[in-house]
C-alpha cells in the first residue's frame, strides 16, 4: 500500500542514508564517496519509488537494467546492490 506520506526511495537513500553511513556506521568519506559515485547508476532510474512501494524485485529488476544498458561489470554491480 503506498501513501502520500512515504518519502521518495531517492530522497531518502540521499538524505538519510548516505549521512547514515559516516555518522552511525563510521565509514570513511572515501567509502561513502566510492558508493555515491557508483549511486550514479542507480538515481537517474529511480524514479517516483517511494519506501513502501518498493520490493526487492524492483531493485533487482533496476539492478539487471543498469547492467544490461550500461554493461557496468560485476564488481561495480554489487557495490550497487548496497543501496537500499
Known sequence: MTTDTSPQLLIFIERVYFPALSEKLGLAPITIDG???KFKY???RLGNLTL???KPVDI???LERIVAEDGIGKT????????P
Open 76 to 83: 561495480s554491480n554489487r557495490t550497487c546492490q548496497t543501496f
Open 42 to 44: 542507480v538515481q537517474e
Open 52 to 54: 513502501d512501494s518498493t
Open 35 to 37: 558508493y555515491k559515485d
Open 60 to 62: 533487482r529488476d533496476l
